[in-house]
C-alpha cells in the first residue's frame, strides 16, 4: 500500500515537473519571510538597547555637569557664590542675554534647560541632607 502511494507521487511528479518547482519556491520563499522577520526583530531590540544606552549616558553627563557647577561654585573662595543662586534664576528669567558681572551668573545662563531642572534636583538633595544631618547633629 505505501509503496503503491509512493509510486503514484513519483509518477506525478514525473509527469509534472513545475510543481516541484513551485514547492521548492514555495518553501524557499517562506524560509526567507520568516529569516526577514526575525532579522528585524533584532536589529529592533538592537536599537532598542542602543537608544537606552544613549539616553543613560545622556543623563549621567547632564548630572556630572551639574554637580560640576555646584561643586565649583561651593568649595573655596567662592562658597558664597552657590547661595546667589535664587538671583541667577531671576537673572536667567529676566534678560539671558545681559552680560552680567559676576561669573555664576553668566555660567547658569549659559546652561541648557535640562541641565537647570538636573542642578535644581541635584541641589534640592543636597540641601535635604544637610537639613537631615542639622537636625540629628541638633538633637
Given at each position: 500500500?505505501d509503496l503503491?502511494i509512493i509510486?503514484?507521487?513519483?509518477?506525478l511528479?514525473?509527469k509534472?515537473?513545475?510543481?516541484?518547482?513551485?514547492l521548492?519556491?514555495?518553501?524557499?520563499a517562506?524560509a526567507?519571510?520568516?529569516?526577514q522577520?526575525?532579522?528585524a526583530?533584532?536589529v529592533?531590540?538592537?536599537?532598542r538597547?542602543?537608544?537606552d544606552r544613549?539616553?543613560?549616558r545622556?543623563?549621567?553627563?547632564?548630572?556630572?555637569?551639574?554637580?560640576?557647577?555646584?561643586?565649583?561654585?561651593?568649595?573655596?573662595?567662592?562658597?558664597?557664590e552657590?547661595?546667589?543662586l535664587p538671583?541667577c534664576?531671576a537673572?536667567?528669567?529676566?534678560n539671558l542675554?545681559?552680560p552680567?558681572r559676576?561669573?555664576?551668573y553668566?555660567?547658569?545662563c549659559g546652561?541648557?534647560?535640562?541641565?537647570e531642572?538636573?542642578?535644581f534636583s541635584?541641589?534640592?538633595?543636597?540641601y535635604?541632607?544637610?537639613?537631615v544631618?542639622?537636625?540629628m547633629y541638633?538633637a
Amino acid at each position: 500500500m505505501d509503496l503503491y502511494i509512493i509510486f503514484s507521487v513519483c509518477k506525478l511528479l514525473i509527469k509534472y515537473p513545475d510543481l516541484i518547482v513551485a514547492l521548492i519556491s514555495l518553501t524557499v520563499a517562506i524560509a526567507l519571510g520568516i529569516c526577514q522577520v526575525c532579522q528585524a526583530n533584532r536589529v529592533e531590540a538592537f536599537e532598542r538597547r542602543l537608544n537606552d544606552r544613549d539616553e543613560k549616558r545622556y543623563k549621567d553627563l547632564v548630572y556630572s555637569q551639574a554637580t560640576q557647577f555646584i561643586q565649583k561654585y561651593s568649595v573655596g573662595e567662592q562658597e558664597a557664590e552657590i547661595h546667589l543662586l535664587p538671583l541667577c534664576i531671576a537673572a536667567y528669567k529676566h534678560n539671558l542675554v545681559y552680560p552680567y558681572r559676576r561669573e555664576i551668573y553668566r555660567e547658569f545662563c549659559g546652561l541648557t534647560g535640562i541641565l537647570e531642572m538636573q542642578y535644581f534636583s541635584v541641589v534640592r538633595s543636597i540641601y535635604l541632607v544637610q537639613e537631615v544631618t542639622t537636625i540629628m547633629y541638633a538633637a
